[in-house]
């Protein structure tokens, strides 16, 4: 079932980056909390770099579908990183109150709040974005700190494209080509061997080894790794 | 532009002058400059440092220093011309080939005026493979190829000089007249350009360490791009337009996609080894090659080489395992070796005297768990037979050597000496006129020998010539050939033969002449001076009977091989039945180039035995009772059971000279063994044959023996084979007392008998016979015959009537009856008790010493297993019955041998009993967890009684005659301390329990090694 779903979101980013509407799983990730675990010691700068790649590119989409500008999002992230780290060390993970995902969420949401009273409506002449006004009358609503439903898609989203990106950088590039034409794109086999002038075992060696990986790097990604799971 | 530091003013550099910045990277700024002539450069100028940035600036500054020499060398490589330092701002700058100007893809043009130069200024854009790529979508295959090669060129150089780039990205690689150029350290970034992590990130190679093959993971990446114009963060997949190529040029794509695919592989290892690697395929694709192809074709190449490496790899392990297996073996062997060899040195030395080296190899892979029952059975018969030990006592030829009864021995050799020994030593030495036959008269040492043309026998001590006979001509004067020359025992007769004759004298008148026509190769006479034998070269032997001479018998081997070269008499030991009291028979036995032992029986010419050996025999002897031949010659001396023929054992000798004379010292214990010899000093060498390991083979029989008997006194010991001969020996020496021809019976198994009181009188009953033997006078004292039986039992009761306990067994009704019988001097037997047709069995009957009670099988159809049924001797009547789970033929019931202890016998021996008389008080054996196939008792109640058993692993072990299968008959004497085991070669295996038991202990040890186990109670 998740492989399934794995695959779809898979397709879906690789081929076509626009987003589409698409129901929130009810599963909550749980965030890797070996990298929260490691993030407490600000001083390791590996799992910043984790951290940073895993949900900077998450955190500035959101920003923008807030109604940031390109660099006002970019400022923001920045603020928010900043913040995860100054707060993570007094962060108690209780997944049974909150998981990870909602409490990122909260964050982003205090930030973009913070960002839009400190700026203020129309401030230094700037026009806000159309969709800002049901924003901010969100923002003054408490529920507005549960995760919205594309905030709960966007995560999920990352999650895959950060699955496979770590593929990429594992697998038999040669292997990894094959299984995207393959499986991702949805060629056949002998379609995929003609065209890369393969046998078509080698087609077939391909879905299976790169399937594995994927498999591998997504329950990775998505353990609790020593956290309960959330 | 609004992501750059704003840089307020142009700064000032020396020599150039500064139109506006055209790029920016994170340590600087690059702007477009004239120098004063008017060319056009890109200069950067780095960022002033930020706190703790000078160390980092002047790191940078040595890049470029180090880089500039470099980038003159390659056409591929940016010119740059050395940095230097701006003054007090910690900043430097150095000038750098200007990009061609994207929009007219040529160099800018060289301007006069500042006018037109700044005109110029305002429109340039720099020219990098990313404004191509904005500029077209993708590349061709061909295209990128002509685009890579120069770059993998550049690279390559880079890297030769060991410079890495670290940022190859399309932002990096501009065109300088129209030629694509490795731009230096990322320094280089086109105006507008995004420098986020995200951009730079897909040109990183995963791995941590960015060295070499970083460089070439970025070109593959940068490759990537421009044949797919496809973003670098996706590569490496393909964009869904390749579909719509045709076969050409999917080819060609997808030969470039393997040299991309290769050099984009996250692991370093797998990428091109190098920037010329890389290079060169891409040299192959230009020149239309196949990369695919070469690659298969290489990895075929590889393949093969390693399949020839795993194979030899392979090999060699094996070679090598074979060698540590064969090594660990060794020091295995060597290490059982070590340790038999230690037992050898304390306990075995005399046995292992007399064996070869190569027994005692054969011994150590014995040791190591290969069982060779040859060396096995010797290993035991060293234990259970004769020791034998050689040592050399006279150096001296020893053509001669005969016994005093005294024990001394008289040596004579060819070099004019006769010795004389006592036991060991030399005593005394004479003179000597030749070679010749020496003898004892009484006390008084002769010498047979030539003198001149004489044969004359002195006096070898006084050297007073007693006789001389004149030798023929024929005779005398083959000096060449020296006669074979024999004498009588008692000196009567002398005997020479030479190359036609052989004549006799009689001693006491010297005219007395006997001129036999027979060419003679050895002479012998018997010990009693009747008969004289002459072997032959044609391999007959004749024998004359003395006095008179004619009519000799002629022995004909059946196979005539060779010349008879030496000769044996010995006295019969074996009394026919059918000619008791005749004269005693002689056996002669002859050995010659033939190799064949043979012993014939001279009443009938006939073969009595018959060995064959492996090389020429060249001297025989026989132990003074008769039991062992003992032969020499080419092979190892070796004794004979010189009744069967049976090898006894190898004697070793310490020099390989043949011997030709042999005498055993008339107690026997040892022979003196000598003879000429080629080349070098012959000796004499003294063989000791004892039997003193507590085991003892009675030998003499020929057939399987089956029953023995020990007289009352414990001194004499019978033994009977199922070749009807039952023989006599004494317990103590061992020595063979006389062998009788029993009358036929059906099975000797079932015979009965035993000793008078005396132990000179034997009573046999067998078939119908019941016989008497003289046991020292060899004649029969008494005879009787008795009605149809089958098993039998003799005993002596207290009051001294011998009585005979008889069977018979009615095999079609399955019933049996037996009989008492008393036997009385010269009457004719008859039953005193008779049990009629019962259910008894009487195939196994018990009469024990002093014939109290006896014992019969009982069985009925009710029960089917047997039981033992005690009778009262005298009254006959049934004391008691014993039930067993004994069924048909199973263990015997056994009687101790004094009568004291009854064995009722279990199908399995742990639960046997022992059953006490008269009082019938039961105990258990102690033999639990040992099968026994044999038990034997003596006095076996108390604890100080003695069993004997065996595990039927005995069976499996060649011990001498296979002790196992006949344990059943084995017999105690009355004393306890001796035991004797008929066995199925003919010898009986006389074991004494106290040497034995002194020996055991170190024998078992021995034996253990060997996984079997030999047990005495």
Redesign the interface.
Known sequence: MCQISLQHTMERL?NDDTQTDREPTDELLPTRASLLARLRDVQDDASWHEFFELY??LILRTLVRKGLSAADAEDVAQEIFVGVARRLPTFEYRPAQCSFKTWLFRILQYRVAEFYRRRGRGARGQELPGDAEPILATLADPDSLEPDAPWEREFEDNLVRATLERV???????Y??LY??CAV?G?SVA?TAR???TPANDVSVALQRVGKLIAKESARLRSADGWPGG | MAEFPQPTLPPGIPGYHLYRPIGAGAYGEVWLATDDVGRWWAVKITFPPRGGGEQSASREFRAIERYAPIGDQHANLVRIIAPAWLPHTGQFYYSMELADDATTKAPLPRCSTPEERAAVAAYYHPRTLRSELQRRSRFSPAECVECGLPLAMALGQLHSRGVIHRDIKPENIIYVAGQPKLADLGLVAEAGGQHSIAGTTAYLAPEPKRREPADIFALGVVLYELATGQPAERCPQVPAGIAQLGNMELSEWNELNAVILKACHPNPGLRHAGADELREELELLRNQGSVRQRRAQESFRRQLLDQRKNLLLAASAIILLVLAWSQWRQARLNERYAKLREIELEQFKPHYSTWSTNDLARLEVLGGGIADRAVLGRFVAALADWDAETRPVLTNEGVSIAFHPDGRALVGGITNRVCLLATNKPVSEFAASGPGVVAWDGDQPLQLTVLGNDLVLREADTTRIRRRFALPESLATNWYQSPVLAMAADQSWVAAAGAKHLLVWRVGDNQSLRELPTQATCLAFNEDNSRLAAGMADGVTRVYSIPDFNAPSNLVPATRAGAVECLAFCRDRLVRFDKIGAQPNWLLATGGRGAELIVWDLASCLQRMRAQGSWVITGLVFSPDGQLVISFGGDEPTVWDAATGAQVLHLRKNDPGKHTSLAFAPKGGYLLAGGPRANRPAVVNRFDLTQERGIRSLRGLVGKARLVWFSPDSLRVAALTDHCQLGFWDVRTGRLLQVFETPPGPFADTAGGCFDASGEHFNLAIGTNVVQFGVDTGGINRRWRVEKGEANQMAYDAAGRLLLLRGEEDIDHGMGTWRLYELKDDVQPKWTHEAGWTNQLPVALALPYGAKYFLVWDWSEDNPNRSVAVYDTATAKLLTNFPSDVRGWGLPVKVSSDGATIFIPSSHLGESRLVHFPDFAERRTPMDGLQAIGVEMHQSVHPGGIYLGASPAERDIPIPGNWGAVLTSAAFSLDGTNVAMPTLSGAVELINLPSLRTNLSNFNEVRRSLRTEFRVW
Do not use: V
Request: proline share 5%; charged share 30%; aromatic share 16%.
């Open positions: 690789m900077h590119r990429r950088r594992q697998a038999n590039p040669r990894f080509q995207c034409y794109e060629h379609e065209i890369f002038q």
